[in-house]
């Protein structure tokens, strides 16, 4: 569904929100600083700087000026593209300066005193640098469910993304570590020597743990809708939702098909398809997703249905502080691409499609019958390494490597599993019955549940 337009009520709405949900962001810091760990990367200069002896201005007028600094630098990067409401992260600044200063005073007493014994200390530290990254991650994911206004310490990093065309994600870990580097430098100019309250493990476990825990509370948020949205528009929004399930009752059928590599799945589609008299859409999805975002073919082909371990983890650290919409990831932009395509073909005629979470995108819709697609691994390995001419051996690294990435990309995007049969109307073994009877199989359910 494409996004909707937001009424004056809930844009009202929304900024009241994330005034409160300011405070959380700027006490989860606070807390954190209190455990005398070292600081997160965004208030570490700041942080510095209002230890540094005589100095005027408190933590909170520190944040107020890094910050009108990062909003002056984005209207250079942006220029003409620089949009005149971003203007607003003055005042967010403003605000989110007075905050600081707020919860750096109601946290005071929670200060770790560095005299304590470490048998004690340094566990009291640590579950008191836990909650309030916690606190932060939490403060950050409705920051985002929000999707109102926004940080200027986020505002910068965004628009050096823009400009360098990279993900955001990558940037903002560059500037963190930026930020970082410049508060070890204000350190060592003004003290002399390395404190860890100011600069310590504290900081690392910011840089990772508070983007962890944010992708942990991002599913749990969905009740901050009934908050955002006036009753009377939730209302508008669930008569249209069941207008358009009924429209999709008298729609096309659509099979989806998800398949192990190796299972024969894409084999079946095209014979089913064939059976059925309907289009086969696969490598033609990508064609058009790269036509929609710019990029070439191949590129697309080398990035949907494909996380590897390695850059799992990437994205799970990967710091997600501005909404979706804002963030121009590759791995997003494509898959919010393709499963706009898919929703256009499903909403067309009658096909039959192949992988990219399709059983996903279009569940709850009554004309789609979604199959998944398995095989044994010696029939697997047979079948790849026939096909791609490769060892047993090699054969079998390949198949491993193929179904993780697949079932990273599903679990990333939908937070389910890829093999979960709750998830399909039928799981087919073309070990045990072949890919003429699993077409059969798959026929005569579908003609059953087009009679229904």
């Known amino acids: 569904m494409e996004k909707r337009k937001r009424s004056k009520a809930e844009w009202i709405r929304r900024y009241v929100s994330f005034v ?55 209207i250079l990067l942006l220029r003409r593209n620089y949009e005149l409401r971003q203007l607003s992260q003055i005042l967010v600044s403003f605000l989110f300066g007075f905050y600081t200063d707020l919860t750096m005073w109601l946290t005071s007493f929670l200060q770790i005193p560095p005299t304590l014994d470490h048998t004690l200390g340094w566990p009291l530290q640590f579950a008191e640098l836990l909650i309030g990254g916690a606190l932060l991650a939490f403060g950050i994911a409705c920051e985002v469910r929000c999707d109102s206004l926004m940080l200027a310490g986020e505002g910068l990093p965004l628009a050096i993304a823009k400009c360098v065309r990279k993900d955001f994600g990558k940037v903002k870990m560059c500037s963190d570590t930026a930020l970082v580097t410049i508060a070890v430098v204000l350190m060592t100019t003004f003290f002399g020597h390395w404190d860890w309250k100011m600069v310590g493990p504290g ?36 008569v249209a939702e069941r207008r358009e399930e009924r429209r999709a009752d008298d729609g096309p059928l659509v099979v989806t098909i998800a398949r192990e590599y190796g299972s024969g799945g894409q084999m079946l589609g095209e014979q089913l398809a064939l059976r059925l008299g309907v289009d086969f859409y696969d490598h033609n999805i990508i064609d058009e997703a790269a036509q929609r975002l710019g990029y070439t073919a191949d590129f697309v082909r080398d ?30 932009a494509i898959f919010v691409a393709e499963s706009r395509i898919i929703r256009a073909l499903a909403g067309r005629k009658p096909c039959v499609i192949m992988g990219r979470c399709a059983n996903w995108v279009l569940r709850g819709e009554k004309r789609v019958f979604s199959v998944f697609v398995t095989a044994n ?50 799981v087919v073994n073309t070990s045990s019955v072949g890919l003429e009877q699993a077409a059969n199989i798959i026929l005569q359910c579908v003609k059953d549940k087009m009679k229904n």
């Open 20 to 74: 409160f949900i300011l405070f959380v962001i700027a006490f989860g810091t606070s807390l954190s600083i209190r455990a005398n760990l070292g600081s997160s990367p965004i208030s570490a200069p700041p942080y510095v700087l209002s230890l540094v002896p005589g100095m005027p201005m408190t933590m909170g007028q520190i944040v107020i000026c890094m910050h009108v600094v990062f909003i002056l630098t984005q």
């Open 203 to 238: 900081t690392l476990v910011s840089m990772f743990y508070v983007g962890f825990m944010v992708r942990v509370f991002a599913p749990h948020i969905a009740w901050l809708d009934l908050l955002f949205i006036p009753k009377a528009e939730r209302r508008q929004l669930a």
């Open 303 to 332: 990035n949907e249905q494909n996380i590897s371990n390695g850059k799992l983890w990437e994205l799970i650290f990967t710091d997600k502080s501005i909404p979706l919409s804002l963030n121009p990831s590759h791995d997003d």
């Open 377 to 426: 691994r010696e029939d697997a390995i047979g079948r790849v390494s026939t096909v791609e001419n490769l060892s047993d051996e090699a054969a079998a690294r390949r198949i491993d490597q193929v179904n993780q990435g697949r079932s990273n990309h599903y679990h990333q995007y939908t937070g389910a599993h890829w093999t979960d049969a709750r998830d399909y109307d039928l």
